[in-house]
C-alpha cells in the first residue's frame, strides 16, 4: 500500500468520526520523516480520542499499525506516526496555537478531494 493510499484511509476513517478542517500536506520533497501530514481537529477530549481510535483501526487492520502515539491522555494534540504518514489530530485552540500549516508551508497543501 502506497503512502497516498495510506492518506485515503487515514482521511476516510477521520471523516467517519465528523473530523473538522482536514489539511494533507506533502512533506516528501522537504523532510525525510514521512510523505504526508495529515491534520485535523475535532471538537473535544472523547471525539480528539475516537477519531484517534478509528484512524488506529483503520490502518491496523489495512496492515499498518502506528509506530507510535503520542497525547492521547490529554487529547489536545495526538500525533500519530504511521512512519510513512504522521497524523496530528488537535483541539482547536491548541491547532490554533501551533499553526502546523504555517511551519510546514513548504510543503504542499493537496486538496483532501484530490486524493
Known amino acids: 500500500m502506497t503512502s497516498k493510499e495510506m492518506t485515503k484511509l487515514a482521511i476516510n476513517a477521520l471523516e467517519d468520526k465528523k473530523a ?18 495529515i491534520i485535523a481537529n475535532g471538537t473535544n477530549k ?6 484517534t481510535d478509528n484512524v ?8 499498518h499499525p502506528e509506530k ?19 497524523v496530528h489530530i488537535f483541539d482547536k485552540e491548541n491547532r490554533l496555537f501551533y499553526d502546523l500549516e ?14
Do not use: C
Open 20 to 37: 473538522e478542517d482536514i489539511k494533507v500536506i506533502d512533506i516528501s520533497h522537504i523532510s525525510t520523516i514521512a510523505d504526508y501530514f
Open 46 to 51: 472523547s471525539q480528539i480520542q475516537t477519531m
Open 56 to 63: 488506529a483501526e483503520v490502518l491496523g487492520k489495512a496492515g
Open 68 to 86: 507510535h502515539i503520542e497525547g492521547y491522555q490529554n487529547a489536545n494534540w495526538i500525533l500519530m506516526d504511521f512512519q510513512d504518514i504522521i
Open 102 to 115: 504555517r511551519i510546514w508551508r513548504d510543503g504542499v497543501e493537496i486538496p483532501v478531494e484530490n486524493l
